[in-house]
């Protein structure tokens, strides 16, 4: 291998999802926003689509990372074509359930139970499904159903769908699935990395091994790999998995473009990675009268909405930003409405032996579950600012360009 060779710690391009290589490129950064802000509201459906080899499995598994278990239980599942039965099992399998019986009822029975214990213990409940484009309609209304278990009224599990494009398109356009669509309450699509993200993303994940220069790279590598791979993830660590071996095998100690070169002729020979290779133009041809595009012809020609401007997302996430503050407002109040009940509790009880220690612990549960409330906000109302600032540059940068 060319670890060796390199001086690696490592793979740094190897294909299986590590959040260890997590790099927050542009998307990510707002995909991971909307993920923060969608598990803060603890409830509903989260939904990540993107291209393969987008990263989305990545940034999951980053998330995962940065989440304590002693407050979030979540279990994941990778789905074929699976119908609203053995979906049911297979959920139940995923939060390492045994259900006596194999039929529907005892499996929905256990989850159900299972869910209200880990709210009592003072746990949520997180569903991650990889690949729910698979998933049959049957399928996505169990997942919907499962929505529906609450504990007075708190909801007791959160579900995030990982998806391909067509899964977008899915949710947005089945006529079936409009009580699902209104339980999303939040979304992103992860596009692919921008050009100038690439030379960083394959810095940053040869520095995860121990990379200290060796190999270099030619800079006019960075843009013909870009332009190769699309600014697909996966793409660009076969792609480079091909040359630092090759790199190895002549002893290199620069990647240069002719190296890139050979390396995507044996690509598309071997046929193991669909390049974005420039189509060559073609001859001129002679003008035709074309024929007035109806509106179907229309609806085909253009598959997806017309992209949202940075004013509108951005009012969209001003509206986010405004209801987080004041749902924080609300729990401050709370808390200082548990702080008078204490101090009203413990001047009822001075003629006697003082506040007794059920109240006090029960109080000091409260306190506790407040204040981890508090900063998951916080850190999501950061989030969200970032995201919104960001937007606004964005516009900002649209406006000197014109």
Avoid at 59 to 84: C, N
Avoid at 159 to 165: A, R, V
Avoid at 204 to 228: I, M, S
Avoid at 358 to 380: G, H, S
Wanted: net charge negative; glycine share 6%.
């Amino acid at each position: 291998m060319f670890n060796d060779f390199y001086g690696l710690t490592g793979r740094p391009f190897q294909l299986t999802p590590d959040p260890a290589f997590y790099f927050e490129s542009l998307t990510h950064r707002k995909a991971l926003s909307y993920l923060s802000y969608g598990l803060a509201q603890g409830e509903g459906f989260v939904v990540i689509t993107g291209e393969v080899g987008a990263g989305k499995s990545t940034l999951v598994a980053h998330l995962m990372a940065t989440i304590d278990p002693a407050r979030l239980t979540a279990a994941q599942i990778v789905t074929s074509k699976l119908d609203g039965e053995e979906l049911v099992h297979v959920v139940a399998q995923a939060f390492g359930l045994i259900v006596d019986g194999h039929d529907k009822a005892s499996a929905l029975g256990a989850i159900e139970a299972f869910l209200h214990d880990e709210a009592r213990a003072g746990r949520r409940c997180l569903l991650v499904v990889d690949e729910s484009q698979n998933l049959q309609f049957e399928a996505l209304e169990e997942l919907r159903m499962l929505s529906n278990f609450q504990l007075g009224a708190h909801p007791l599990l959160q579900t995030l769908l990982l998806g391909q494009p067509e899964f977008r398109d899915t949710i947005q356009g089945h006529p079936q699935l409009e009580q699902l669509r209104q339980r999303v309450i939040a979304a992103h699509h992860l596009e692919a990395m921008e050009l100038g993200e690439v030379q960083p993303y394959i810095e940053h994940r040869l520095k995860c091994v121990g990379w200290t220069g060796n190999p270099q790279f030619d800079q006019r590598v960075f843009t013909e790999l870009y332009e190769a791979s699309g600014g697909v993830p996966r793409r660009i660590n076969q792609i480079c998995n091909r040359l630092m071996m090759l790199g190895a095998v002549e002893q290199r100690t620069r990647i240069d473009g002719a190296m890139l070169s050979q390396v995507l002729d044996e690509l598309e020979i071997d046929g193991t990675l669909q390049l974005k290779r420039p189509a060559p133009q073609a001859a001129p041809q002679p003008a035709a009268v074309e024929a007035p595009v109806t509106a179907p012809t229309a609806a085909k020609a253009a598959p997806f909405a017309a992209p949202v401007a940075p004013s509108e997302v951005a009012g969209v996430a001003l509206a986010q930003l405004q209801a987080m503050l004041a749902e924080r407002d609300a729990q401050i109040a709370e808390l200082q409405q548990a702080v008078i009940e204490l101090a009203n509790e413990q001047e009822a009880a001075a003629p006697q032996q003082g506040v007794s220690a059920d109240v006090v612990a029960a109080l000091e549960n409260r306190f506790e579950a407040l204040e981890a409330k508090m900063i998951e906000q916080e850190r999501t109302i950061r989030h969200t600012l970032t995201m919104l600032i960001e937007w606004i540059e964005a516009e900002d940068a649209d406006r000197a360009a014109a």
